[in-house]
């Protein structure tokens, strides 16, 4: 299939044409191709998310790797990488393969799997990282994401063990013995509301003691869901150091704050939680200077009866896939080399997927999307093609529509619906 996309702006720039055909940015029309009116939109290089939580194998009931697909291209994404918390854990060659053959099966955006950095997510004993590795789905991020890595032997172990291929362990950052209980924020607002609170060093701790390690050991280490003012200067002085760490912040927490748990409506509940307005600044701030490298959407689905329930009893997390977009342009404008870089370019260089985050010059893979920032939409959660409604966002007006979204020159998202 071939496409001519007529005066699109290309990250903002003047309106001109975009050819795609056999898979790739071309320089000349075909004259078969098929005609996209641009105007007025413009084309990013598909997204690319570091963490999402795809669910399958396990809990089908919350997504698939079809239906998180299918989200996620509606969402602007030609590549994801899939969380290892599922059931089975994606600890063994065996079950990332799986994943990476669901994922091409839907074929909606690359899946990418994550591996396990522990047996069963239990923090005893190294996982096969490098059956992984050399498996079929060529794993080169491995987390135990939902759980911290807390043995610092095992994660010295973990860095040395993926050096050997560029491989890079993600860290969800919680020191347990701080949160334990934890149901929110430790601040003003759990005094106020009488809940346990997860207190900023807890993650602050951990990133402190892992970009010590990487350094030690000279290794890549990436900090999952960063939340707090207090883990961006750890971050920063690490960098300032030359330590080879990568670090993500969610939407959410570029938006929301710890003050929406008082309605004790657990769709704002969430790991890490949602923290402080003074935090909220902080992560902004670092997106814009690097010291933060990407946003992350960790799309974390659940079913109604995990999360539609008492707020101690709710499972953490919140969708991400459909509003990441949104969400950061209207945080930060038309800021269309920022949002590239730090939602395709950098992810993409993180997780070592070539042909993602692209230029858009000829020649280059035709992983694109296209966004129509005037357009402004209310978030249904009704409408959304996650199997899970566990959305903040419901109600919101957001800018920004996802037109269309090519996955390797194959339309995946037109005139805004999915494709398959
Ligand atoms: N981020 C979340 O709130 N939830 C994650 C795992 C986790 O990090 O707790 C999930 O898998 O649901």
Known sequence: MAYLIKGVSILGAAPADLFLKDGVISDKADKDAEIIDGTGLVALPGLVDVHTHLREPGREDAETVETGSRAAALGGYTAVCAMANTSPVADTAGVVEQVWR?????????????????VGLAGKQMAELGAMATSAANVRIFSDDGFCVADPKLMRRALEYVKAFDGVIAQHAE???????AQMHEGEVST????????????????ARDVLLAEHVGSRLHVCHVSTAGSVEVLRQAKARGVRVTAEV????????????AGYDPVYKVNPPLRTRRDVDALRQALLDGVIDVVATDHAPHAVQDKECEWSH?????????????IVLSIFGPQWELIADRMSRAPARIAGLAGHGGDLTAGSPANLTLVDPSARRVVDPSELASRSRNTPYAGMTLPGRIVATFLRGEATVLDGKAVK
């Open 250 to 261: 969610t939407p959410h927490h570029l938006l929301l704050t710890d003050e929406l748990a």
């Open 102 to 118: 669901l994922g091409r099966e839907a074929g909606l955006v690359d899946v990418q799997p994550i591996g396990a950095v522990t």
């Open 175 to 181: 020191e347990h013995r701080l949160t334990e209980g």
């Open 314 to 326: 709710a499972r953490p997390g919140m969708l991400g896939l459909e509003t990441a977009l949104p």
């Open 192 to 207: 106020r509301l009488g809940l346990t609170g997860w207190p900023a060093v807890a993650e602050e701790a951990i990133i």
